[in-house]
């Protein structure tokens, strides 16, 4: 009995280390494709965005924009102005008016994994993380003054 829970100790620390050892190995900067698993809400909430938002951020999340066509959804800036018979996006420009949070790992998640019907997981067209979270870098600096993060000079 003893050697029984004994063992059964050995494997809920061992679950535990393995758990808290993906936890902070968690790059977020992996390869993507289609049959990546979404991110629980909680989880995506906890993400922090490990590329800096910087000039260079910004201009390349601004390009990945305007190569993977969001604009055709959300308007060229960003400001729903969708051309006929496409899909309304919202309005990016008014982190107010959103539904699956302004937080950037939620940011991560809406762009990364989709949300709701109308926004495509846009892990089936781009390959790696670390292109999401340029975007999620472009798509707060949208944002009104004082409500969009202060750019972080380059090193
Ligand atoms: C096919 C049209 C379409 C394309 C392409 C598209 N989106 Fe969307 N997006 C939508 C729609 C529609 C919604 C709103 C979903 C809802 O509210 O039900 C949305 C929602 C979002 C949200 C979440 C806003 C919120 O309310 O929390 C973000 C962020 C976003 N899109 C960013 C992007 C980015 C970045 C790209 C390009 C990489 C992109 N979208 C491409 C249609 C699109």
New binding site residues.
Partial sequence: MTSMLHARRVIAVATFATASLACASEPALGPLDIDTPALMPAEAKALRNPIPYTRNSIER?RE??AY???????GIE?KAA?APG?????D?AQ?G??????VEG??FR??RD???????P?KAV?PWEED?WH??N??RSLWPEGQRPVVKQED
């Fill in positions: 999340g990945l924009f993977h066509g969001c604009g055709a959804c959300h960003g969708s496409l899909d309304h996006g919202t990016l982190p008016a959103w539904k699956f949070g302004t939620q940011v809406s762009i989709g949300a709701a019907v109308g926004m495509p846009m781009i999401v975007l999620v472009f798509v």
